[in-house]
């Protein structure tokens, strides 16, 4: 496996990545017993502001790096290429999806499911549901992270040149989220109401992400020195945000009663969709602790523990899509068991799948990149001895 992990990489973002993109595929499962060690469960941040964050960041680096040597133009162009593989992934995982459930809810009997996972209008307009899906209008659940990257990656393809001005670009993006919190601006979504994931609020956290990737060619990359006080600043938000998510998930009658009505309402109004500022300051804080508590010279990222959610990291787009198709079929699992038994076979198989994918394409990627290589032309030399 450490033959296939891709050397010169922060391997702290690709291990963050991996284990986003591994609870991802456990919180997308009812009723999974390890849901509650992920990050849903104790923070307010949670495996999607990690992946967004380390998207932007993967981004900064990547896309940086090709517009300093080749100009904007070109890099603009890299970027729209990702964008299409990143909408012909979406469209594929929508069509498996959706075959997906719904047999299942023919085989079962059990049309809740359509309606739970808002597939429901492919029962009665089906093609208007295709249509809005290629239009990226409609987005049933499960399925409204990779239109949101989306965006975020076409925005950074008109935004790279400020990359060379992070903190005007940050200026720039911190207004636009401030407009659409403050005016409830978002993208129509199909059927009413707007996308679950506001584009325009969640793409302050991924441009953070790229002015903290980005290394300019005559200067250092974007970071925040080592403060005791912030530590500490950043360790008091993080225990507030899981004495709130515990008050949310556990004790909600008991929090409102008791509370000061000010402190109850300020903890109810933490919303997903506009990415509340207490979850964009969670996951910066966890960002900060994380990237100067653990060292990039750190052995313990290369254990062997370590490499299959370095791998993955490194892998993200067909971890992702392969993480959604098994949560379902882990939840049809559990629907019929959720004895341990049950529990750790779904988690052993589902995580074996993720890995499996991983290192399919990890090796793919070695033997198309050796193959390039063997495939440029020898230099002839002549001898003028």
């Known amino acids: 496996m450490d033959g296939l992990i891709r050397q010169g990489r922060d391997l702290r973002a690709d291990l963050a990545r ?35 964050l ?16 080749q100009g904007w133009f070109f890099a603009a162009s890299r970027v729209m290429g990702r964008v299409f593989t990143l909408y012909v992934a979406h469209i594929f995982l929508l069509v498996v999806f959706t075959a997906q459930v719904g047999y299942s809810a023919a085989a079962l009997d059990s049309m809740a499911y359509l309606d739970e996972l808002h597939l429901d209008p492919f029962t009665d ?12 209008s409609y987005q049933p659940s499960f399925l409204n992270i990779l239109p949101l990257y989306i965006v975020l990656l076409a925005m950074l ?31 129509t979504a199909w059927g009413g109401g707007g996308w679950f994931f506001n584009p325009l609020a969640w793409q302050l956290l991924f441009f953070c992400g790229c002015a903290m ?3 300019p060619p005559d200067g250092a990359p974007l970071s925040v020195p080592w403060r005791r006080w912030i530590a ?11 004495f709130a998510v515990i008050l949310i998930f556990f004790r909600w009658d008991w929090a409102e009663a008791t509370l000061p009505e000010a402190l109850a309402g300020f903890i109810a109004s933490i919303d997903k969709t506009a990415l509340h500022p207490m979850r964009l300051a969670c996951i910066l804080a966890m960002a900060y602790l ?26 993200a787009l067909p971890v992702f899509c392969c993480g959604i198709a098994l949560s379902f079929f882990g939840r049809l699992a ?33 033997e198309m990149r050796t193959l390039r290589k063997s495939s440029l032309p020898v230099p002839v030399t002549t001898d003028r001895t």
């Open 232 to 242: 500490a600043l950043c360790m008091v938000l993080l225990a507030f945000s899981f």
């Open 125 to 136: 307009n089906a093609y208007q549901a295709l249509l809005e899906a290629l239009m990226l």
């Open 290 to 315: 994380f990237a100067h508590l653990v060292p990039a010279s750190a052995a313990w990222l290369r254990a062997r523990w370590a490499q299959p959610f370095v791998l993955m990291g490194q892998q």
């Open 54 to 69: 380390l998207a932007g960041f993967a981004a900064g680096i990547a896309y940086g790096r090709v517009m300093d040597r």
């Open 213 to 215: 990737g980005y290394r």
């Open 18 to 52: 991996g284990f986003s993109l591994w609870a991802i595929f456990v919180n997308h499962i009812p009723g999974n017993w390890l849901g509650y060690v992920t990050t849903k469960n104790w923070s307010l941040a949670d495996a999607t502001e990690a992946f967004v």
């Open 157 to 187: 393809a008109l935004a790279l040149p400020l990359l060379r001005r992070r903190w005007l670009m940050l200026g720039i993006s911190a207004t636009v989220y401030a407009a659409a919190r403050l005016w409830s601006v978002n993208f």
């Open 334 to 366: 559990l629907e019929r068991s959720d004895a341990l038994g049950m529990q750790v076979a779904v988690n052993l198989v589902g995580a074996a799948g993720l890995i499996g994918v991983a290192l399919l394409t990890g090796w793919y990627g070695v």
